[in-house]
């Protein structure tokens, strides 16, 4: 049973930074690509970041890219998403989520939730102006 567990989220002011966290368990999590999505609401999920098994691919929508950072740590099993100079635009639920096949690369691009399989519980972030 793959399980993965968001932490991190919290109140922050415009400008501010915040990392969140997702552990993850079940399989070998070095294998598989992983993401982060958000969910305002209203509005649709959307895509923040992915990031290829062995950690060296990412990639980013333009409303993120050069304030996000998505990393992992695959011998902890542990996923990141550095927030920097946050926004109140980017007051969302976030979610870690994972792939359902091994090995896929990252291509540059949006990302359709539908790509992805396991997600998990979500974490509140809430950016003030």
């Known amino acids: 049973q793959v399980q993965l567990v968001e932490s991190g989220g919290g109140l922050v002011q415009a400008g501010d930074s915040l990392r969140l966290s997702c552990a993850a368990s079940g399989r070998t999590f070095a294998s598989y690509r992983m993401g982060w999505f958000r969910q305002a609401p209203g509005r649709e999920r959307e895509f923040v970041a992915i990031?290829?098994?062995?950690?060296?691919?990412?990639d980013y929508p333009p409303s993120v890219k050069g304030r996000f950072t998505i990393s992992r740590d695959n011998a902890k099993s542990l996923l990141f998403l550095q927030m920097n100079s946050l926004k109140p635009e980017d007051t969302a639920v976030y979610y870690c989520?994972?792939?359902?096949?091994?090995?896929?690369?990252?291509?540059?691009?949006?990302?359709?939730?539908?790509?992805?399989?396991?997600w998990g519980q979500g974490t509140q972030v809430t950016v003030s102006s």
């Open positions: 990031i290829g098994g062995s950690g060296g691919d990412t």
């Open positions: 989520t994972s792939d359902r096949f091994p090995g896929r690369p990252v291509i540059a691009g949006p990302h359709d939730p539908h790509e992805f399989y396991y």
